[in-house]
Nanobody, 121 residues
Framework: QVQLGQSGGGLVQAGGSLRLSCAAS????????VTWFRQAPGKEREWVAV????????YYTDSVKGRFTISRDNAKNAVYLQMNSLKPEDTAVYYC??????????????WGQGTLVTVSS
């Protein structure tokens, strides 16, 4: 059974950087789009970014464009989310999900466990 394991969250000051990792237990992730979502306290899960499996095309929600970069390393069965210029409003639990590349969380069955990112002002 394929699993996604996440790492890289933590506490950072505003303006700082973090890199989140999403590693799969098998190579199937290399044939799936991978999407990052986040969920802030009291809010719905929000689509953040997606990377395709076939040509690494990526898309971002407007609030993170120019600050976040999604990338993948097929040799390591992993996808990353580099987050720069972090803002307090980026504080959330971040989740990776692998599947069709949909922006709807309900469309995914394969999820990472989530990692907390806290940005202090």
């Amino acid at each position: 059974q394929v699993q996604l394991g996440q790492s890289g969250g933590g506490l950072v000051q505003a303006g700082g950087s973090l890199r989140l990792s999403c590693a799969a237990s098998g190579s199937i992730i290399n044939t799936l789009a991978v999407t990052w979502f986040r969920q802030a306290p009291g809010k719905e899960r929000e689509w953040v970014a997606v990377i395709s499996w076939y040509n690494n095309t990526s898309y971002y929600t407007d609030s993170v464009k120019g600050r976040f970069t999604i990338s993948r390393d097929n040799a390591k069965n992993a996808v990353y989310l580099q987050m720069n210029s972090l803002k307090p409003e980026d504080t959330a639990v971040y989740y990776c999900a692998a599947g069709s590349g949909s922006s709807r969380a309900d469309d995914y069955v394969l999820w990472g466990q989530g990692t907390l990112v806290t940005v202090s002002s």
